[in-house]
């Protein structure tokens, strides 16, 4: 694949309702925040060849991608039809064992059909216009299932059978009551990721090139999610949130309810970090009970102490070497004494703070203690993954 014709292609992906896993995979992705980073397996004999070459070749980052649901049979009884839901960006892509591909996507905006016969008088198609949408990429000569579920097609001309928007175009709550209507997610409760700010103020925290987000110690934050559900709730589910405990902290209740059809829920975090450690990844995880069915969403944070601390530890350390350094240039006992005094508060006062560093802390940071993980709700007996210290 040349890179002029690179520049005009897409890769579309599709997650069925064949296996659970597929279908959860559908559940995150609408759930995720834009800018997260996502990623997908197929085996070989699920990839279009273009898309295969293009992985081995190394011409597939930076595409532009489709995701899909794709509403399928298992022993093929009947035709699949589809629905796009999120647009990203190809981030990486690689071949793992034997022949199974792995793809690592950027999610951006939400994606959906398009409204058809709006205002007319005769409604739209049983299906939304999936059937039509699916009869569009096929006329385009986009690979799709039952044949293969990742392929490598061209960049489908705006609004003409899908349309893409932000979170406030409506295309959640449009997906979402479409995909309730199938067996597949019948019984599904929906959320989805709506920001993160930090408490009081306004400004949005957006993920880093990693999907991370960064968030800085001794600050408290609010996580916004928006819980829409197509039809009147008949019974409550619980969704819980699990931290670390450690370096992010729920404040209050660890959980919230889904109990009527849409709601805005805030969920208040305070941050810190342990003694002697500069920053560290975690993550914060929210999940439904056991025995229901909805979005699992992982937020890879990212914990630094705070540009002030660091900027009071610098400096007073820096002040600190300076009246150890004259004590021992004055010949006045007085004066000795004085800046001794004044050099160990100073010490005592950083070392308050959790923050030493260079000669305050012998010259080497010592290494952090391990802290017991999040566990993972998705794995009776799963105790998690620890958070990593960034050095």
């Known amino acids: 694949m040349s890179q002029s014709s690179a520049e ?38 699920w990839v279009s060849p273009e898309f295969a070459e293009a992985v081995r070749t190394n011409q597939i980052v930076g595409l532009p991608v489709l995701l899909h649901f794709s509403l399928q049979q298992r022993a093929q009884l009947h035709e699949p039809v589809f629905l796009p839901i999120r647009t990203g960006t190809v981030k990486g892509a690689e071949t793992v064992g034997n022949g199974f591909f792995v793809i690592r996507v950027r999610l951006e905006d939400d994606a959906g059909l398009r409204a058809t016969d709006a205002g007319t008088g005769t409604g739209e198609p049983a299906d939304g216009g999936a059937a039509a949408y699916k009869a569009f990429i096929a006329e385009l000569g986009v690979p799709h299932p039952y044949k293969v579920s990742a392929s490598i097609g061209p960049i489908l001309p705006p609004e ?26 019948r019984a599904a409760r929906f959320f989805r990721f709506y920001r993160l700010v930090e408490h009081g103020g306004r400004e949005e925290i957006a993920p880093d090139e990693e999907g991370s987000f ?3 110690a001794g600050r408290t934050y609010e996580l916004e999610l928006f819980l829409f559900q197509p039809e009147r709730v008949e019974r409550e589910t619980r969704f819980e949130i699990f931290s670390d405990e450690v370096s992010v902290s729920v404040i209050g209740r660890r959980s919230f309810d889904v109990a009527s059809r849409y709601d805005l829920v805030r969920v208040p975090l305070a941050v810190s970090l342990p003694t002697d450690v500069s920053g560290l990844k975690t993550f914060l995880t929210v999940a439904p009970e056991v025995g229901a069915q909805g979005p699992k969403l992982e937020l890879p944070l ?35 004494v004085g800046l001794l005094v004044a050099a160990v ?32 709700p998705a794995v009776p007996g799963h105790k998690g993954q620890p958070a990593s210290h960034i050095a």
């Not at 992906?13 to 296996?19: A, K, M, T």
């Not at 059978?161 to 979170?167: A, E, I």
């Not at 630094?304 to 601390?309: E, I």
């Open 302 to 336: 990212e914990v630094r102490a705070s540009k002030s601390d660091r900027a009071v530890t610098v400096g007073g350390s820096a002040l600190t070497l300076l009246f150890l350094a004259a004590q021992a240039l004055v010949t006045g006992a007085g004066a000795k």
């Open 214 to 216: 960064c968030l800085r």
């Open 8 to 45: 005009q292609r897409a890769v579309f992906l599709f997650s069925s309702n064949s296996e659970p896993l597929y279908a959860q995979n559908v559940l995150e992705i609408l759930a995720t925040p834009p800018g997260a980073v996502k990623q997908w397996r197929y085996a070989e004999k």
């Open 345 to 376: 508060l100073l010490g005592t006062f950083l070392a308050w703070r959790n923050r030493p560093i260079g000669p305050l802390a012998g010259g080497m940071r010592p290494a952090p203690t391990p802290y017991p993980p999040a566990p993972d």
């Open 160 to 185: 003409k059978r899908h349309t893409t928007g932000g979170r406030e175009s409506g295309l959640f709550e449009n997906n979402v009551a479409w995909l309730a209507k199938t067996e597949t997610f």
